[in-house]
């Protein structure tokens, strides 16, 4: 078990946390593998309700590992296409389309491909002195890992070439402001309230989020009579669900659902 990324378990939540602090857990290819891994082993255990993603020492995720890319001088430039085919691609659109909400605790700066990750998650929560760069255009890149598709829809055109083109840094109460991020905490409670909204979600009606996802992503691409369609049809899958009956139920009897998943 690789320990660039470490798994642990807690009721109902997985908590998968980048471990390369000296590197400011910049992505390398072991690290790539452990985080496929463990995303693969969260979708496969129906006991899994819910994931916190976060990183370790004073970064959440600096991108790629540069140290990796170097060229000398004669020698053929790395595929970086391929790169993000083989590994960034995957990622973002594991933690899309995972049947599982994902909480994102970004506990220091979020830089190039580790910014995009981050804002791929469903809820991000992020520390007061935490920040996110675009940092690609510094040099000579485009942004990756979903940036160009993410950006616009989080913080408007304008605001998403401007941060593409500058690669100015974006402070975390400033995310907030924005609409990039859903809250800022202060740093020492930032694992704490991550922890807290992580259990609240592993409570909940899991197949109803997984499907809440699903309509998410679809919205972009859809006409209005289109997603119209699709929550009928979404809706239908959810009001057959055990979830939806014992959330009923305990609305009529008045007290707190139990939830069970399905």
Avoid at 66 to 79: I, K, Q
Avoid at 106 to 134: E, H, P, T
Avoid at 205 to 225: H, M, Q, V
Wanted: aromatic share 6%; charged share 25%.
């Amino acid at each position: 078990m690789s320990e660039t990324v470490l798994v642990a378990r807690r009721g109902g939540v997985v908590e998968l946390t980048l471990n390369r602090p000296d590197r400011l857990n910049a992505f390398n290819a072991e690290m790539h593998e452990a985080l496929a891994r463990a995303l693969a082993g969260v979708a496969a255990d129906a006991t899994v309700r819910a994931v916190l993603l976060t990183g370790a020492g004073r970064a959440f995720c600096a991108g790629q590992d540069l140290s990796e890319r170097t060229v000398a001088d004669g020698e053929s430039p790395p595929d970086l296409g391929a790169t993000l085919e083989h590994w960034y691609n995957p990622l973002v659109r594991r933690l899309r389309t995972l049947e599982r909400p994902v909480v994102c605790a970004v506990n220091g700066v979020a830089a190039g491909a580790g910014a995009n990750i981050a804002l791929a998650c469903d809820i991000v929560l992020a520390a007061r002195s935490a920040s996110f760069i675009q940092a690609f255009a510094r040099i000579g890149l485009v942004p990756d890992s979903g940036g160009t598709w993410l950006l616009p829809r989080l913080v408007g055109e304008a605001r998403a070439r401007a941060l593409a083109l500058l690669g100015e840094k974006v402070t975390a109460e400033q995310a907030e402001a924005w609409g990039m991020i859903w809250k800022v905490v202060d740093d020492a409670r930032l694992m704490e309230e991550a922890r807290a909204l992580a259990d609240r979600l592993a409570a909940g009606p899991t197949r109803g989020f997984a499907l809440i996802k699903r309509a998410f992503a679809a919205t972009w691409s859809n006409t209005l009579d289109a997603q119209l369609d699709l929550e009928r049809d979404l809706q239908r899958e959810a009001g057959r669900s055990e979830d939806y009956r014992e959330g009923v139920r305990a609305f009529v009897e008045k007290r707190p659902p139990r939830f069970v998943g399905r």
